[in-house]
């Protein structure tokens, strides 16, 4: 099992102001920040990210989304970290997601839900390298 997980904090969540309490709420589920910055996504960069959903009917408005502002990408350490990171953000659909998850809390639709994370530690590793160069993780 390893012990990394990537998040974006998407769009939505950015523009509402909620860059803040969502990293705190990381934080105090026991995570800590390997890397972070600031990214805004090109189609291809988004397009790539998403590649497993590309044939989905909704792919095109996932790409639109995911370009449609500043997001905040990130590499999280924590015991277990993929199962427990999915477990802190709750369903992909907000009206779904658990009382007190990032999404639960500050998510508006399944698209517009706030929060990436990964759903396995090969994609989790997959995802910390498209983003992170070695020299931006501590
Ligand atoms: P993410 O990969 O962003 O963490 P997830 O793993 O919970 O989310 P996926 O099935 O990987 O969900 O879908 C990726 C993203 O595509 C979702 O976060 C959501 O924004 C969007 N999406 C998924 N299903 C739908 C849908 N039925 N309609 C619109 N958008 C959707
Ligand atoms: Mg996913």
């Given at each position: 099992m390893s012990n990394i997980t990537f998040t974006m904090i998407k769009p939505d969540a950015v523009a509402n102001g909620y860059t803040g309490k969502i990293i705190d709420q990381i934080l105090e589920a026991g995570f800590t920040i390997q890397a972070m910055k600031y990214v805004r996504l090109s189609e291809e960069t988004a397009g790539a990210f998403y590649d497993i959903h590309r044939?989905?009917?909704?792919f095109k408005e996932l790409v639109d989304f995911m370009t449609s502002g500043t997001i905040v990408a990130a590499v999280l350490v924590k015991d277990n970290a993929v199962a427990d990171f999915r477990t802190l953000i709750g369903a992909t659909d907000p009206a779904k997601a658990?009382?007190?998850t990032v999404r639960n809390r500050f998510a508006k639709s399944i698209e517009a839900n706030a929060i990436h994370g990964s759903d396995s530690d090969a994609n989790a590793a997959h995802e910390a390298s498209f983003f992170f160069s070695a020299f931006e993780r501590f």
């Open positions: 044939e989905r009917s909704f658990e009382p007190g």
